[in-house]
């Protein structure tokens, strides 16, 4: 009888950036037994198991859920083994791009069981418990299943589905991408203090600390972005000097519409 505590057992496949960072917050939250593949060595904490290759699988081990968590262009081969390794054994693909279709198709027409994947597009701020995972269940996922992938998403942040699979390629472009643009503000505020004259220590705290606070009353607050941005913002003030330039309908307003477009149209790529 399974500990409903804990978290449902997987074989995750590629423990690289995003892969690390699920795990982290399923072993502070409770996994059960669970084996880590990825040819890297890992420190893993007893009773879960590193493994390097599909060799290694352990012939006392069947997955709740298998997560596939390596670079969407290399994962058919390892898919396909693992697939007809553990018939059955419901997919919870991090893969950007990836339709259930091209998965389908490349990986599981061998195994005589109707493919039960399911997509999700996490953040890495799931390390730290607070990330954002956009979700979408292909037809051939039971309940238990869909709840299996759920549960292990929701423990290491927030969770959403989507109704349509074209959505997954919007998530992975806004959130899943999100904390890589996020960080980029980080790293221009802070060169752009350093270059108006503070210490670059200074200019690191500021700029990292102003983003922290302001995600933390974005998260806390029912306001709209708009509105706590309009509450900096003083008539003739400083701020207001800095948002014209920012807000020039050439500059972020287009820029940030063209950049998620990029995104978008290359998750929409990696489909096949
Ligand atoms: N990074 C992110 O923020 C996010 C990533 N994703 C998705 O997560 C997936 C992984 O991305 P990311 O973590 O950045 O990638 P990484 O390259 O950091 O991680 C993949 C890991 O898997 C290992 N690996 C790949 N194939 C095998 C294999 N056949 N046998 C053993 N080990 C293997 C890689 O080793 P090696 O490096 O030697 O190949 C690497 O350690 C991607 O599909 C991506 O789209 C989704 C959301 C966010
Ligand atoms: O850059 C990528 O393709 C992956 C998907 C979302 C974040 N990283």
């Not at 599909?54 to 997955?63: G, H, K, Q, R, S």
């Not at 969770?159 to 980029?184: H, K, N, R």
């Not at 709209?224 to 913002?233: C, M, S």
Request: hydrophobic fraction near 40%.
């Amino acid at each position: 009888m399974h500990d409903t505590r804990l978290l449902p057992s997987v074989l995750l496949a590629g423990c690289g950036k995003m892969g690390t960072a699920m795990l982290e917050g399923w072993l502070s939250q409770g996994l059960r037994p669970s084996v880590i593949l990825d040819r890297h060595d890992q420190t893993l904490p007893h009773p879960h198991r590193h493994i390097r290759q599909t060799e290694e699988l352990p012939a006392d081990f069947i997955p709740d859920v298998i997560v596939m968590a390596v670079k969407p262009q290399t994962s058919d081969s390892l898919l396909h083994q693992l697939t007809r390794h553990f018939a059955g054994v419901p997919v919870l693909s991090l893969m950007a791009g990836r339709t259930l279709e091209s998965l389908s198709q490349h990986s599981f027409a061998h195994t005589g069981h109707p493919p039960a994947i399911i997509r999700a597009m996490p953040n890495t701020p799931c390390a730290l418990g607070v990330g954002m995972t956009g979700l979408y269940a292909g037809p051939h996922v039971t309940e238990q299943q869909k709840h299996d992938c759920e549960k292990l998403a929701g423990a290491v942040g927030k969770t959403i589905w989507v109704e349509q699979e074209s959505q997954m390629d919007i998530v992975t472009a806004v959130s899943g991408s999100g904390p890589a643009y996020v960080f980029l503000l980080a790293e221009l505020l802070e060169k752009a203090g350093i270059d108006q004259g503070l210490p670059p220590h200074t200019a690191r705290e500021l700029a990292r600390q102003t983003i922290y606070g302001a995600g933390c009353l974005l998260s806390h607050s029912t306001l709209d972005a708009a509105e706590l941005r309009t509450r900096v913002t003083s008539p003739g003030g400083t701020t207001a000097a800095a948002l014209n330039v920012f807000m020039a309908p050439d500059a972020w307003p287009d820029t940030v519409t063209k950049a998620i477009q990029a995104a978008v149209s290359r998750s929409e790529k990696l489909a096949s």
